[in-house]
Every structure is written in C-alpha cells, then in structure tokens.
C-alpha cells in the first residue's frame, strides 16, 4: 500500500511509463512526442489556480500547499501530453505528418486556429466569475 502523500508522486510517474513504452516501441513517433511533451509542461504550472479550490494533492515536500505548485503537476503534464498526442497513430500504425500549404488553406480549416485559440480567450473571463476554477476550465475547454 502507497502512503497517502506519495500517492500523487506514484501516479504521476505512473504516467511515464506508457510514455516511456511507445517511445521504446515506436521510433517514428518520438519526435512528436517528445515535441507535445515539452509543450504541454508548462500547464504543469496552471496548479495555482486549482490549489486548494478544487484540490490540495500531498505533493513531494508539501510543495502544492506551500506554493501552489509541485514537481508531480509538471511530471505529469510531460507524460500525458506525449502519449495523448502519439496514441492513436502508434496503433494505428501512422505518422503524424506536415499538412500541404495548399490543403492548410483549403476553406473546410478557417475555423481552426479559432477552435484552438477559443479555450485560452474563453477562461480568463470565465475565471473572473465567482465559480471554481475547475468549472471555468472544464466550460473553456
């Protein structure tokens, strides 16, 4: 049995092993990976904003509640943005690859960088009403 303040640490090292298996076992998709993990890092550091409203995790060191941020949080984000962004194509067997300029600007993709902006425009309004933060993201996203 884990005690109770390391559970968050077990987890979120949990999520490197998956990782740590497609990189072994697809070699075409570790770029990729490597890629969405270091971009999905700093949302590691988005912890303030839930620490304690929606939750205190027993975090290495008391950092969470001490802090608001903890090693787990960026540990986590690195293992879970690799594998959520190669998943599928490792077993589907396809490589991710670059979009032709001229299908990038076929009409049917206008609405896209709008698609991926809207969450990050949305929150920070949504963040400022008197809800939990968690609400706030769940509603953005």
């Given at each position: 049995m884990i005690p109770d303040r390391y559970v968050w640490s077990v987890w979120s090292l949990a999520?490197?092993?998956?990782?740590?298996?497609?990189?072994?076992?697809?070699p075409e998709q570790r770029r990729a990976m490597l890629w969405a993990s270091l971009f999905t890092v700093p949302?590691?550091?988005t912890e303030p904003i839930f620490v304690p409203s929606y939750w205190s995790p027993p975090?290495?060191?008391?950092?969470?509640?001490k802090t608001g941020?903890?090693?787990?949080?960026?540990?986590?984000s690195f293992g879970i943005g690799g594998v959520a962004a190669v998943l599928y194509n490792a077993f589907t067997r396809r490589r991710l690859g670059v979009?032709?300029?001229?299908?990038?600007?076929?009409?049917r993709h206008r609405l896209h960088r709008w698609a991926l902006a809207a969450p990050f425009l949305v929150f920070v309004p949504l963040y400022l009403l008197p809800w939990n933060p968690i609400d706030a993201a769940v509603l953005a996203l």
């Open positions: 999520f490197l092993v998956p990782w740590a298996l497609l990189f072994a076992l697809f949302f590691g550091l975090s290495l060191l008391d950092l969470a509640r941020f903890d090693i787990e949080s960026l540990v986590f979009m032709p300029a001229h299908d990038r600007e076929a009409n």
